[in-house]
């Protein structure tokens, strides 16, 4: 049973740490809002959003003021709105992000997640459309997030889909200056209960509502790791270990209280760390602190698939209702360590695609060329698609080619999303093989039935 004396253990890691509550998110179905009617059906999403999260950032800050505990972000995802709004006679799926947007305002949320498709094995006419709208989706909105799922461990991958993102993601960047793609992420195996952005949407197996909570602290496991220098790699596993142990009991905590008072069913705590720009909260320090001198230096992978693993363990220990993606996040442009390491040279994309076998997502948060083609963009995202599929594990690509900018230039997002050097990418074209089209077929190890 918890209790709040626990919350008494960690006010040094909130104090000096950097530890948060990354973010409350609120799961909403919008399965039964489809119209003939697009008005009528934008009209159902906002009512229901709006109706739902009223009171969802007001709870959390009640929590955030009595625990002492910082909740940095309110967040709500919906069921892809390729399946909820295809009943909807309509081309242009622009008036539902629209509608998206304007109840994310509404109920004072920073961030919505759900303008999304699920088409690893397939299209249908909803996920043409929507995809087809993401770009002027994402430029005329501000707080929109979307994702679409191209392959999995038991489908494959989609490569007309991969095709079609590739191209979908140059187009974003185009008409909204790159920042439209900050806010859109491609998956493999994409997981229905992820608090996290831009890839969170309300599954279809979930029920009408439901909390999910996003806990971080790569600064706490960063100082634990401080007091173990020189120790073994078994002992760095096992204080991570319990490091995430005590970071997930304070997000357990926050979850059933705000289920509590919202009177929505608790989901999962994700127990990823998510590090921000801030200096000390970053897991290239965490990476570092274990004996490599730059995050991107041979050993890379290996560190990160101990603290990766042992975040996990320790994340298990603490709560039955462990889930969404949990373990150590990897993006550029929003970690103090990486940026670094990025800018001097040491780590490399070809790096990065090679620590996404062992961490929670992929390749995340980077800064391209402007003038990186649409088959390129393509090409990794099929490449982070194969290594989810043949791990079984979720991958996810957030990319950005940045108009008008090259190698050695920087760009910055803002606020959480921090910034970025444009990053060198392979100069060899990939652009017969995504000509191809078709699916790279799911792996032997897919039937387990």
């Known amino acids: 049973m918890i209790n709040t004396g626990e919350i008494l253990e960690t006010i040094e890691m909130i104090s000096h740490q950097h530890l948060d509550i990354r973010t409350i998110t609120m799961g909403i179905s919008l399965r039964g809002c489809g119209d003939p009617d697009p008005k009528a059906t934008a009209r159902k999403i906002y009512d229901r959003i709006t109706v739902s999260a009223k009171d969802l950032v007001k709870t959390g800050e009640d929590i955030e003021r009595e625990f002492g505990i910082p909740i940095v972000n309110k967040r709500i995802s919906v069921t892809p709105i390729a399946i909820a709004c295809e009943p909807a006679e309509t081309e242009d799926y622009v008036i539902f992000a629209e ?37 002027e989706a994402l430029s005329r909105t501000e707080r929109v997030c979307s994702s679409v799922n191209v392959g999995s461990t038991r489908a494959g991958i989609n490569m007309d889909a991969v095709k079609l993102m590739g191209e979908t993601v140059k187009r974003t960047a185009e008409i909204s200056g790159g920042m439209g793609c900050a806010k859109l992420v491609v998956f493999a195996n994409a997981v229905e209960d992820n608090p996290f952005m831009a890839g969170a949407f309300h599954g279809v197996g979930e029920p009408d509502r439901v909390i999910n909570v996003g806990v971080s602290g790569p600064g706490v496991v960063h100082n634990a790791l401080l007091r173990v220098k020189g120790e073994p790699l078994n002992v760095v596993a096992e204080t991570v270990k319990k490091t995430a142990f005590r970071i997930t009991r304070m997000g357990e905590l926050v979850a059933q209280e705000a289920s509590k008072r919202l009177g929505v069913p608790f989901g999962i705590v994700d ?18 602190e274990m004996g490599l001198e730059s995050v991107g230096a041979p050993g890379t992978t ?3 698939a101990l603290l990766n693993d042992a975040v996990k363990k320790g994340g298990v220990m603490a709560s039955s209702n462990v889930g969404g993606l949990s373990g150590a996040f990897i993006p550029v442009s929003e970690d103090a360590g990486m940026i670094r390491a990025a800018a001097s040279g040491k780590l490399t994309i070809e790096k990065l695609e090679a620590m996404t076998c062992v961490c929670s997502v ?18 990794i995202i099929a490449d982070e698609a194969a290594i989810g599929m043949i791990n079984g594990k ?13 190698v050695g230039d920087r760009v910055d997002f803002g606020g959480l999303l921090g910034s970025a050097p444009i990053m060198p990418v392979n100069p060899a074209s990939p652009a017969s093989f995504i000509e191809r089209g078709g699916r790279i077929p799911a792996p032997m190890h897919s039937l387990r039935n």
Do not use: C, H, W, Y
């Open 99 to 135: 509608a998206l947007d304007r109840a994310a305002k509404e109920t004072g949320v920073n961030f919505l997640g759900g303008f999304s498709a699920l088409v690893q094995k397939g299209f249908t006419e909803g996920d043409r459309r929507l995809i087809a709208s993401i770009p």
């Open 271 to 288: 127990l990823s760390l998510a590090p921000t720009p801030a200096i000390g909260d970053s897991v290239a320090d965490i990476l570092e």
């Open 362 to 379: 992929g390749l995340d948060m980077i800064a391209l060329p402007g003038d990186t083609s649409a088959e390129t963009v393509a090409a």
């Open 302 to 304: 290996a560190a990160l």
């Open 394 to 406: 979720t991958t996810a690509v957030r990319v950005i080619p940045v108009p008008g900018k090259t």
